[in-house]
C-alpha cells in the first residue's frame, strides 16, 4: 500500500468517527471502573476495620474483666488460630514500651509508630493505618486503640481475601473491557460507514454533475436524518443549477436570434452603400436605418444590464415616499395617442392618491412596459383597464386587457428574459419587458403573477407591501 493511500485511509471521516467512539467509549469505561475500584476499596476498607474494631472490644473486655495476663493468653491464641502470617496484636504502654506482643517475625515492617503513640496518648478514638509490606504481596491493615487507661493495642491484619477478589476483578475487567471496546469499535465504525453512505453518495453525485451530468440526483432513502435534508438541499441547489444553465443556453440563443436581424440588415445596408451608386438621400435613410438598428441593440443591451444590477441589488435605487397614482395617470397620458390610434381604450381608475415607497423612474418604466405589452398584444377595438387600491397593508394594482391572452404552457415562463411565446418573432419586441417588470417589482418587495381572462385576454396583478423588510426601502 503506498503512503498516500495510507493517509487517505488515516484521513477519511470514518476512521475519526470511529477512534473518537471507542476512545469515548473506552475513558468512559475507564473511568466506570475506577469508581467502581474505589468503592469496592473502600468498602473493603470498613469492612476490615469493623473486623478489627471487633478484636479490639474482644481485648478490652478480657483486659477488663480478666487482667493483663488473660490478655496475653487471648492475645496468643487468637493470633494461632488466624495464622501468625495472617494477624498479629502488639500490647503496648502509652510510652510505647512492648508489653507483650503476638509472633511477629514475619511482620518486619510493623513497629510502633512513635507519631501514632504519642497521638493515642491523647485520645481515645482508634487509628488505622494501612502498610504496604516488601516482602508480601499483600497490604497490612492496622488499628492502634487504647483498651485501658495506659495499654495501648495494635492489632495487625494481611489483606488476603480482598487482594485476591481485586486482582480477580482486574483480570475480569480487563478483559472484559478489551472485548467491549472492541466491539464498541466495530460498532462505531459500522455506525459511522452507514452514517456517512448518504456523504458518499452525494460526493458520487457531484463528482458525475462536475464532469457535465446535470441530469444525475441524489437517492433518497427516506432516512429522515441530516444526511436526508443535506441530499435534498443537495438536489435542489444542482436543479436550480440546472435550470440556470438551461435558461443560460436558450438566453444565448435568443440573444444570437434578436442580434442577428439588426447586424444583418446594418451590414446590408453597408454592403449597398459600398457596391452601389446612391443619391445622397438614399444614404441618409440607410444611415438612419443604421442607427435605429443600433439603437435596438443599444436597448436591448441596456435593458438587461438593468434587470442584472436590479435582481443583483447593485443599481443604487433613490427610495422615497411618491404618489403612484400619479405614476399611472402620466403613463396613460403618454399612451393616449398610441391607443386611439388603434382604437383601443385606457381605462384608469385609482384613487386621488396612492403614496408607496419606492424609485419613481424604476415605478415608471413598470408601468410603461406593462401598458405598451397590453398595446401590443390586444385587437383593435379592444380595451386596457388598470385599477389600484390599497388594501390591507399593501397597494395592489391590477392590469386587465382583452387581447389574445397566453397559452397555459407559457405562463410559468413568460418572466424569464427572452422568453416570447411569439416563437416565429413575427410581433416586435425582444422578451425583455416581463423580465424588467418582474425584477422592479421583487426591487421593490412586491409580488406579481400573470392569469388569463374568461372573457379573453389576460389579467395581471401587482402587490405591493407598505411596510418594506429591507432597511434601504
Known amino acids: 500500500m503506498s503512503l498516500k493511500n495510507r493517509l487517505e485511509i488515516k484521513s477519511t471521516l470514518a476512521l ?51 487482667g493483663m495476663e488473660a490478655l496475653k493468653e487471648t492475645v496468643r491464641i487468637e493470633s494461632e488460630a488466624e495464622g501468625i502470617d495472617t494477624m498479629f496484636y502488639k ?78 476483578f482486574k483480570s475480569v475487567f480487563g478483559f472484559s473491557t478489551g472485548l467491549i471496546i472492541f466491539i464498541a469499535s466495530f460498532v462505531g465504525w459500522f455506525m459511522s460507514k452507514r452514517a456517512l453512505e448518504g456523504v458518499r453518495e452525494i460526493t458520487k453525485t457531484t463528482r458525475l454533475i462536475g464532469a457535465g451530468n446535470f441530469e ?48 444583418t440588415g446594418i451590414r446590408g445596408m453597408a454592403e449597398i452603400t459600398l457596391n452601389s451608386g446612391q443619391s445622397v438621400d438614399d444614404y441618409r435613410k440607410m444611415a438612419g436605418k443604421t442607427i435605429e438598428e443600433c439603437d435596438r441593440i443599444v436597448n436591448m443591451v441596456n435593458t438587461m444590464l438593468y434587470i442584472s444590477e436590479t435582481e443583483a441589488g447593485v443599481y443604487e435605487h433613490a427610495y422615497k415616499e411618491l404618489d403612484l397614482s400619479s405614476v399611472l395617470k402620466s403613463a396613460v397620458l403618454l399612451f393616449e395617442p398610441i391607443a386611439e390610434d388603434r382604437n383601443i381604450e385606457i381605462a384608469l381608475d385609482v384613487p386621488e392618491t396612492l403614496m ?89 418587495e412586491g409580488d406579481i403573477t400573470v392569469k388569463n381572462h374568461q372573457a379573453g385576454g389576460i389579467i395581471l396583478t401587482i402587490t405591493f407591501p407598505l411596510k418594506k423588510r429591507h432597511r434601504n426601502i
Open 91 to 168: 500490647i503496648l504502654s502509652l510510652g510505647g514500651e512492648i508489653i507483650d506482643s503476638s509472633d511477629t517475625a514475619l511482620w518486619p515492617q510493623t513497629e510502633s509508630k512513635k507519631r501514632i503513640i504519642r497521638q493515642m496518648s491523647i485520645q481515645t478514638q482508634p487509628v488505622f493505618e494501612t502498610l504496604l509490606d516488601r516482602h508480601s504481596p499483600y497490604k497490612t491493615r492496622i488499628v492502634y486503640a487504647r483498651i485501658g487507661p495506659d495499654t495501648i493495642l495494635q492489632v495487625g491484619k494481611k489483606m488476603r481475601d480482598e487482594a485476591g477478589f481485586v486482582d480477580i
Open 16 to 66: 475519526r468517527l470511529t477512534i473518537w467512539y471507542a476512545g469515548f467509549f473506552s475513558f468512559f469505561i475507564l473511568l466506570l471502573f475506577f469508581i467502581f475500584y474505589v468503592a469496592m476499596t473502600s468498602a473493603f476498607l470498613k469492612t476490615m476495620d469493623k473486623a478489627l474494631l471487633s478484636e479490639v472490644h474482644e481485648c478490652s473486655s478480657v483486659l477488663s474483666l480478666n
Open 356 to 444: 408607496i415607497i419606492g424609485e419613481k423612474q424604476m415605478l415608471q418604466r413598470m408601468v410603461a412596459n406593462i401598458i405598451d405589452n397590453s398595446l401590443k398584444y390586444s385587437f383593435e377595438g379592444g380595451q386596457i383597464a388598470i385599477t389600484g387600491q390599497k388594501m390591507g397593508d399593501a397597494i395592489v394594482l391590477i392590469f386587465k386587457d382583452t387581447g389574445m391572452g397566453i397559452a397555459e404552457e407559457h405562463l410559468p415562463h413568460i418572466f424569464k428574459r427572452f422568453y416570447r411565446c411569439d416563437k416565429s418573432r413575427s410581433l416586435p419586441g425582444t422578451g425583455l419587458g416581463l423580465s424588467l417588470v418582474y425584477a422592479i417589482v421583487h426591487a421593490h
Open 216 to 263: 444525475k440526483r441524489v437517492q433518497l432513502k427516506n432516512r429522515g436524518d441530516e444526511i436526508e435534508e443535506l441530499a435534498i438541499t443537495f438536489n435542489e441547489m444542482v436543479e436550480r443549477i440546472s435550470t440556470l444553465i438551461k435558461e443560460m443556453r436558450e438566453m444565448g440563443d435568443n440573444i444570437a436570434h434578436d442580434l442577428k436581424s439588426p447586424v
